[in-house]
């Protein structure tokens, strides 16, 4: 069914954006530093991507080097296509196979960075919401984006405290919810944030910004490829948005998805 709803998306596209008047969009374009930019730019997220990893999971109790986790990184890319959870899984089970670590704890590290690179999207968003007021089909999302960055920080921020606070001692109202709240703080998420620091998480936070840099500006270089020039408050404000459509799981790794979400943001 998915890809049966990307094959339609695409149809759509095609239709409005005839694929003739495409190909010789593309005939004027840049190829030689299309294809250089994009090989460049490929390396750089996977070698960045696969070493705050492994800084990642060295600190939480997993030892582990960036060359180790190359190979399996760059399969789990291919399989995130077809699926997001089942790519971040591959990584999870092909360290639990190597290293003999819990199946759970290693999940529980692979969640805490996607969802530190969720928040780097939704942050970037409201960078960009600053420079630029995206909109798609006229409605404005400028303040779903910082309503939306506004709950995910008070919910980081809640899952630290939830992490770190003895709730049995707390009886909070009549049914004493502290008591209730702890059987949490076994699962095996919390017990790996409850293992670190607020300074980890940050760390984590920081490693992770180089790679998530590229990824939203990268259009705008490519822009450069077919003559164009985008704003970078545009871009800024653009991309993010594209990610969160593409996480979407509607369609096989967003395709089809994110390619409406950025003729919609861009076309303009």
Known sequence: IPWCLAAIVFWFLFKRYPLPRLVEATRHANLLFLISFSVVYFLYIWVVDCWGIARTLSRFGIPTGTSELLQVRAASYLITIVNYGVGQGTLA????????????????VILLITAIDLYWVISFALIGSCFAKPNIAGISLQYPIRILWIVSTLCLILLSVLAHVDLGRIALGPMALGKRLQRFQSWSFFHILHEGHVRHYIATLLERLPMHVAINASLYFVAWTFHSHIPFGVIISSIPIVILIGAIPITPGGLGTTQIATVSLLKD
């Not at 089970?93 to 529980?108: A, E, M, V, W």
């Open 93 to 108: 089970f092909f360290l639990n196979r190597k290293k003999n670590i819990p199946f759970l704890k290693i999940s529980s």
